[in-house]
């Protein structure tokens, strides 16, 4: 394969066991799902299986044999012995929100286990900081089962209303709490998991300490349905914030958010949950869309830094305004308007979580789902902006995110009038200016977004090849007959 970036010119790309031929049909395999799940259990007409197809970027079109819905563990296994025994591919899936088409398809001879019907509450303890749930619970609803405990699961994404705890965790999902609570694989102490032969690994753990071999929940946390079906979590819960301080601060570019960063850092240290950079083109298209009822801004910038810092109870109010007052006198920013109300705060994060979906209202757009260490964001942004206005002039940039991971997800609009079609064909050359920049900062090709069958290929090429070949390794011993989720990840 041509090595477009680089780095991996080495890469040797092992070759994964192509998955047994599958020795029924399909009408067969409806039946075995059936008479394992009940007629409920089973979604075998096409017609019925359009939420579980279709993924939010409309990029993957490929049809299932079957969705089969387990309503316990046990189902889950015996779905797993059948589907190893006759070599049939399976794609766990929870609420079908993932970005890389990991979720969906990609031969179209594969079933779809949902594991919706998994969504209860096992066990939540306070004085340990833990709550046990079934991997098919929605991200929202474990926040409310946390919420009314006085507890909080602090893992935010603007999909949280439909993704599911399985899914959350198998992506190893970010989203924009990880500055002070880390990404998924951190917030989660244990997992309960189908092998692909249907064993049980009984991994739940509530452990703070453990050493007594490998971290198997790290494997399995990540893994894209690569290794199995994860049918429960131990998740860390904690003491809900007395308050949250939230603004929306007017930076003059990505540097001088940078030093408001590290700034805001040193004075709230942990309590910092968030930092996301907006550039004003967001402002500008989801105001022109009437997609903010206001402008939530304190006015005309060419950045945006929504910040947010938490209050304990006990601890002093009035944090985030003292450091902005800080950063008002040595001149770092001029303007910034703090949230003085939930209504505020929740207008603030609307301008945020809407800037995946604005870009659609303004036709096309080439994404990037991209992390650099945090210091060369600003050279990221600069340098990956100028290279795809070369590529395609008048391309829009349109990069936003959590800077304070230093992960940028860093999307370009069609230029105005453009054709999108043409736009989108001519879509590669700007994707490999932006990786050979990533690369060359020391970044990753995908921050949390993860590989699924978007990016197998782009794996291959960038991955460190012993790093790959020990994925294979794990792969081919945990699913000797690559049954998981067929085709993802590694190809
Ligand atoms: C509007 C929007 C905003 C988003 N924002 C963010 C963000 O800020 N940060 C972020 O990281 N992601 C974000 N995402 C991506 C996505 O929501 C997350 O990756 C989410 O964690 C996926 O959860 P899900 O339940 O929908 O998983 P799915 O999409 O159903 O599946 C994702 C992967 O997990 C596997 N999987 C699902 N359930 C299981 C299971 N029980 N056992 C084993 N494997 C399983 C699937 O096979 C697939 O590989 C966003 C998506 C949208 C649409």
């Given at each position: ?68 819905l387990p309503a316990t563990v046990e189902q889950v296994q015996a ?218 801004t304190a006015g005309p910038s060419p950045w945006y830094a929504l ?51 604005c870009q659609s209202r303004e036709g096309a757009s080439i994404k ?124």
């Amino acid at each position: 394969m041509e090595a477009r970036w680089g780095k991996l010119a080495r890469a040797r790309n092992p070759v994964f066991k192509a998955p047994i031929p599958m020795s029924l049909s399909t009408a067969e395999i409806i039946a075995q799902l059936t008479a394992l799940l009940g007629p409920g259990g089973v979604i075998a007409d096409p017609a019925q299986m359009g939420a579980y197809l279709n993924e939010p970027r409309k990029r993957f079109h490929v049809p299932a044999i079957a969705v089969g819905l387990p309503a316990t563990v046990e189902q889950v296994q015996a779905i797993a012995r059948f589907a190893n025994e006759h070599g049939v591919g399976l794609i766990p899936q929870g609420g079908n929100t993932g970005l890389v088409g990991a979720q969906v398809p990609l031969r179209g001879d594969e079933v779809i286990i949902s594991l919706s019907r998994l969504d209860k509450v096992r066990a939540i303890d306070i004085a340990a900081g833990t709550m046990t749930v079934e991997a098919g619970m929605i991200l929202e609803n474990a926040h409310k089962a946390a919420e009314a405990e006085g507890a909080m699961f602090p893992l935010w994404l603007a999909s949280q209303g439909s993704a599911r705890i399985g899914g959350v965790l198998s992506s190893n999902a970010g989203g924009v709490n990880v500055l002070a609570f880390g990404n998924a694989r951190e917030l989660c102490m244990g997992v309960e998991a189908v092998l692909a032969d249907g064993r049980l690994y009984q991994g739940l753990s509530s452990l703070k300490k453990d050493n007594t071999g490998y971290d198997l929940k790290d494997l399995l946390v990540g893994a894209e349905g690569t290794l199995g079906i994860i049918t429960a979590a131990t998740l860390k819960i904690f003491p809900q914030p007395e308050e949250f301080e939230t603004a929306l601060v007017n930076v003059a570019s990505p540097e001088v958010a940078l030093t408001l960063f590290q700034s805001l850092r040193e004075r709230a240290g942990s309590r910092l949950n968030a930092f996301e950079l907006i550039p004003w083109i967001g402002l500008d298209i989801q105001l022109r869309h009437g997609m903010l009822d206001r402008d939530p801004t304190a006015g005309p910038s060419p950045w945006y830094a929504l910040v947010e810092i938490s209050r304990m109870k006990g601890g002093t109010s009035g944090a985030l305004q003292s450091a902005l007052e800080a950063a008002f006198e040595t001149g770092l920013v001029d303007n910034a308007v703090i949230a003085e109300s939930l209504a505020d705060r929740t207008r603030m994060w609307d301008f945020r979580e809407q800037m995946s979906e604005c870009q659609s209202r303004e036709g096309a757009s080439i994404k990037h789902d991209v992390s650099v260490p945090i210091a060369a964001v600003p050279q990221l942004i600069a340098e990956g902006s100028i290279a795809a206005q070369r590529v395609v002039p008048g391309i829009r940039p349109v990069p936003f995110g959590h800077m304070g991971d230093g992960n940028i997800h860093f999307n370009f609009s069609q230029p105005v009038g453009a054709d999108g079609k043409a736009f989108m064909a001519g879509a590669e050359p700007v994707h490999a200016a932006i990786y050979e920049i990533v690369l060359k900062l020391g970044g990753s090709v995908s921050a949390e977004h993860g590989i699924g069958q978007l990016k197998t290929e782009l794996l291959k090429q960038v991955k460190d090849p012993v790093a790959l070949e020990m994925m294979h390794a794990i792969k081919n011993a945990l699913d000797p007959k690559g049954i998981m989720n067929p085709g993802k990840m590694l190809g």
